[in-house]
């Protein structure tokens, strides 16, 4: 994809932030940013990282035009010493990130910058829209996909998309499982297979449903899927279906057809169509279904026996309709000065969920070398090292007498470096294989946390020594507070 100069795509004040930085003589402070989101959509177990990419196109491209600085001149709030600085402006610092595909969870930074003041504040807003947007969908996609139980699914909500994040959604889609999706452009883009027929529109066109079907199967004969819910379906529809593809496409030899339910009882219709096609001898027509599908839905007709091969899925998936927010944030965590000393910074607030965990951090995931699954994440300081050939205690930061001695177990760091002092050190995979990852790494979960209602709690626990720390900065804060009044 080309590089397309999204700068200015900020909110308003990551400017009066950052020229108050350099006013104040901040501006060569490190500054330590943590991206993390603090619950799963939909009450999952688990959310899948998505977006990635779109991050590292975005700081590669980072500068400002002349256009841009005249803008914000215009403002008549910013100081010309400011503007001169982003005349020059170009992401200088690092970048620490969970690989797309890679099923995370709350509390955990997904990615961390550290870089300076400035540099670190205006690059939040797209670093959040791209990796909030992408993870949603790709979660969403990973529930409906597990739904269907390996069978086909294809992303079909372009039309019902919040503008052109639609394109970047189907890519999320991608990585979470699906198998293709109706969007051209995000083909042209990123690869994904794209593909489609008709629309009730070319039936309605042609004088009979029939010499619709047979115009079509005559231009089309490879890969054909005959939409048969124009006018009655099981009356007219699969019956000028079977009559089409026994007169156009089987004297040809082609095998490879099928039908589009779009609307009705898909379960019922399902049925009596695979009825009527295996007494016309095509066993080998798929049944593809679509009509506002989602995971849950996609389930029920699983468990009543639909004989539906392919699922095609749009709004509810582009959208992530039943939980259309990912509530990923971006909060300092530490500051460096110029002696190389990092000094942690923590949030604090009346909601206990809200408090931030301070300092440079890493986060492991642990696996049970016995079965393969992973036991637990933990978060622990930049410094630290995990000795998976020794025990291990965790224990849970909200209820920490909850303790764990973990044995035989490894231990696999998630964030991987992407950029080191501004240059791009990581090689993007092919799309293919973050697709494929996701469903290795998924595999790695229990059935259990997979769970669409009542997952089990997957825990992230925080290493002992960033335990303390986070304790010892929350006692000294309410302390503070409490000499105020």
């Known amino acids: 994809m080309s590089k397309l100069n999204l700068t200015m795509l900020s909110d308003f004040y990551e400017f009066t932030m950052s020229n108050g930085y350099l006013l104040s003589e901040l501006h060569n402070k490190t500054a330590y940013y943590d991206v993390f989101f603090r619950s799963v959509p939909d009450q999952g177990g688990f959310a899948i990282a998505a977006g990635l990419e779109q991050v590292i196109t975005y700081i590669e491209g980072l500068h400002f035009t002349n256009e841009d600085m005249e803008f914000l001149r215009a403002k008549g ?142 231009i089309y004969p490879e890969n054909t899927t005959l939409l048969v819910d124009t006018y009655n379906t099981i009356k007219s529809g699969v019956p000028n279906a079977i009559r089409v593809f026994k007169e156009i496409l089987i004297p040809q030899g082609v095998r490879d057809f099928a039908i589009r ?4 009882d898909l379960a019922y ?99 049970d070398r016995k079965t393969g699954k992973a036991i637990a994440d933990q978060i622990g300081l930049y410094d630290e090292i995990i000795d998976d050939n020794a025990q291990l205690t965790i224990f849970d930061p909200i209820e920490p007498w909850k303790r764990k001695t973990l044995k035989d177990f490894t231990a696999k760091e998630l964030q991987i470096p992407i950029f080191i002092s501004g240059k791009k050190v990581y090689h993007s995979p092919p799309l293919d294989r973050i697709k494929a990852y996701c469903l ?42 409490s000499q105020e009044k």
């Open 440 to 481: 290795e790494q998924t595999e790695h979960l229990w059935e259990e946390v997979k769970r669409f209602e009542n997952p089990h709690k997957y825990y992230v626990d925080l290493s002992e020594r960033l335990y303390r720390l986070k304790n010892d900065m929350v006692n000294k804060a309410k302390a503070d507070r």
């Open 269 to 367: 219709l399902s049925k009596k169509a695979r009825a009527m096609l295996d007494d016309a001898g095509l066993t080998n027509c798929k049944i593809v279904a679509s009509n506002a599908l989602d995971e849950y839905l996609i389930r029920e007709l699983v468990q009543q026996g639909a004989k539906i091969d392919i699922f095609g899925v749009g709004e509810r998936l582009i959208t992530s309709g039943s939980s259309p927010v990912f509530n990923g944030v971006y909060k300092l965590a530490a500051v460096e000065d110029e002696n190389g000393r990092i000094y942690p910074k923590i949030k604090i607030s009346e909601n206990s969920s809200k408090i931030t965990n301070p300092h440079f951090k890493k986060v492991w995931r642990l696996f």
């Open 77 to 218: 709030i910013f100081h010309e010493s400011f503007l001169h600085y982003l005349a020059d402006f170009r992401f200088s610092g690092d970048i620490y990130a969970v690989p797309e595909g890679t099923p995370i969870f709350p509390g955990e930074p997904i990615l961390t910058v550290r870089a300076k003041a400035i540099e670190a504040q205006l690059v939040e807003t797209y670093l959040l829209m791209a990796i909030n947007h992408q993870s949603l969908i790709a979660t969403k996609a990973n529930r409906i996909v597990r739904a269907a139980r390996g069978r086909v699914v294809l992303e079909f909500g372009a039309r019902r998309a919040h503008g052109i994040g639609g394109v970047e959604g189907a890519r999320a889609a991608y990585i979470g499982g699906c198998d293709g999706t109706s969007n051209v452009l995000t083909d042209k883009l990123y690869g994904v297979p794209s593909g489609g027929t008709m629309a009730h529109s070319w039936i309605q066109m042609f004088e009979s449903e029939y010499e619709a079907f047979k115009v079509y199967c005559s």
């Open 261 to 264: 339910l779009d609307s009705g």
